[in-house]
């Protein structure tokens, strides 16, 4: 099934971004940055703020030698669409294509590595054992976490709360550290 929607998004760097042809937008790293950091994970249901620029920082830290910007990058698409559930968004199909439009359009304007290679695919998974954790304090099974080693990973991430700003910041500097074109 394809979608076609009638109107895009005014990004704070003044661009359009145009859901039906995400890479005629022209996209500035701030702008992802900035949603990303005002995006909360686990739809918001966590005891303090926690935003996906966080996760995705975290997750470039933990990934293996060759993928940390990709794992930075990884999300990109919730900057427009924000970070629904996994449930969720594999309840909707037409979603799913969405995001993966998305995704497709920012790994060329960014340079980084998409489809996820399953070793970015692990990070995510590593990076939600430990969030469902220490952010949700959620110890309950998780049936796709089964298996999914974190103990060696704890201290090379920041869990501890951070405001939007601080994260965005975090976001950018990073990306200035990983990005291919510097």
């Excluded at 971004?17 to 992802?32: R, T």
């Excluded at 998974?125 to 969030?131: G, I, P, V």
Aim: proline residues 5%; negative net charge; contains cysteine.
């Amino acid at each position: 099934m394809s979608i076609k929607l009638q109107e895009g998004i005014a990004l704070l760097s003044g661009a359009l971004f145009d859901y039906n042809d995400p890479a005629s937008c022209n996209v500035q790293i701030g702008d992802i940055a900035t949603a990303l950091s005002n995006v909360c994970r686990f739809a918001g249901h966590v005891h303090q703020f926690y935003s996906v620029a966080q996760h995705a920082v975290n997750a470039s830290r933990i990934a293996p030698a060759g993928h940390e910007f990709s794992a930075l990058m990884h999300d990109t698409a919730e900057a427009f669409t924000n970070d629904l559930p996994t449930p969720l968004k594999w309840a909707l199909p037409v979603f799913k294509e969405l995001e993966v439009r998305i995704e497709t359009a920012m790994s060329a304007r960014f340079s980084f590595t998409y489809p996820l290679s399953d070793e970015v695919k692990l990070v995510d998974l590593q990076m939600l054992r430990m969030e469902k954790e220490w952010v949700k304090r959620d110890y309950s099974h998780w049936q796709m976490l089964e298996g999914v080693d974190v103990d060696h990973l704890w201290h090379k991430v920041d869990l501890a709360p951070m405001s939007p700003p601080e994260a965005r910041d975090l976001f950018l500097q990073r990306f200035r550290e990983l990005s291919p074109s510097g």
